[in-house]
């Protein structure tokens, strides 16, 4: 599902798909840096709403620090438009290996 962008319609409609970005990938620092990119890019032509930005994501095993920067400029501009930022973490690894050992 990695970053699926879209306007909350009412309750008794379907919410408008907006875009989707990063098919197939689910580490976060690159899902943020493409909505970033988007919010710059295409995000700027949209009019204010309600919307939501929802980035799904796994584990990084080699987590440590250096988790991504969504800088205040597109926290602005998503703020300005109306657009709530979703963080769906999902369960298992980016890399989409098993585990040798479920034990641990």
Known sequence: MPVNIYRIVSDNEKSEQIAYLCDDEWELCPQIDALSEWMEKTGATLQPAEYVADVGFCWRRDAGTRGPVLAPPPMRRMADLGISLF?????GFADGRKDEDSSR
């Open 87 to 91: 963080l769906s973490e999902y369960p």
